[in-house]
């Protein structure tokens, strides 16, 4: 018997970088699958690459739309990151934020009202706010992270040309922090005078960016459907979060506490979303420097803080929380486990001690973790209601669980 030949499936070929400048529909599609390939980051590099490559030649109307198309390319990109600038930091060297930020600005506003852009941030078009407002951000971002040693740039993309590439872009860089390093004060004025708007705003999407030019006037012609909607508290509390950064690196604590605590104060406003992404480890960080307390306002305490609060209550409400956790399974098996011995320390032989320990027996149960042997025995000796409780939280869990099943005392 001959063996069975079974052909081999064909390696999916790359699509190449050039291909959408033929097509540039095709990028919508090719980024609205989640495992892309080129990714989205990697086309973002090769498209900003390509473009400061191509900005030396530009001798014939042919050279100069590439450059174009692969700026707006570059765009699109960005667009479909939700103009995340962690994400795009992460993407891209320092350099090329700098260019595609930058190329944002010249798409969208005339140069000529740069002076206008900066002073009246809050009557400008969406677009062109949105444009200033990234690369002002940004450019605070890079003067906090640059303030302390690093270590040199890692080259892990295209080269920047003309001889060693590490040195080349160290740099390029140096030359890009200084030039925001000396629009600091602008970058500022600008913020600061974002902070007056009141109006919801909409941001470019990949399906809107190229209509954006300040030389068409095609954008007013779009259809709301096409824009990405964000809320006003959306917007502010990005602002706030930043400035806040800014004036906390510039030690002035007074300002950081009243930016942050704007920003909690709106923090129930804000619902998924799209365009604000604050670090919140740092937030709460640079609330305890300013003494804020970082729970924001309207929202409720976590799980852990609601246990922990009863213990300091004299275990007011403290078997209600356990079985409440047994569903949310907010709080670690150790936590619950200290709480447990804090409960023992006090009371050893009292009926809350065992309750604790049942909750707690409850929760392994649900977890899959083996029983303490200890806990077995205290069960078969503890009275009818002790019992009839056991019974109680294994109901109450697996029926909040999954409302088929039901375990009868």
Known sequence: MEPQIIPRVPT??????FEFLLNQNQLETHLSDPDADPSASQLLMQFVDQSIKAQGNLETSVQV????DLKILALKVAAHMKWNLGIIQESLPLYMVHKLLKDFMELVSNPELKEQVMTTSDRLDDHILMAFMLFNRWSVRVIIENSYPTKPPKITGPQAPNGNAALNVAGINDMVIKTVRDMTNESIQFMENSLSMARDITIPTIETIHKLSYEFPAFLEMSLSDHCHISNAEFIQQLCFDLG??????????KTA???K????INSQVQDPVYCDINKQKLKG??????LDFMPQGSQPSLEQRLASSLKEEYKGLID????DNILKEVTLQYRQLIQHDVHSKQPTSDLYLQVCTCNAVRQIMDGVPLNPKYIQMLKTASKENITFFTMVMNKDVLLKNNKYLILG
């Open 262 to 265: 704007k920003a909690l104060d």
């Open 245 to 254: 950064s800014y004036y906390f690196h510039c030690g002035q604590i007074e």
């Open 12 to 17: 999916p070929v790359p699509i190449l970088w």
């Open 286 to 291: 640079l609330c305890a420097a300013c003494n």
């Open 321 to 324: 929380l356990l079985i409440e």
């Open 65 to 68: 739309k590439k450059v174009r």
């Open 258 to 260: 009243g930016m942050l």
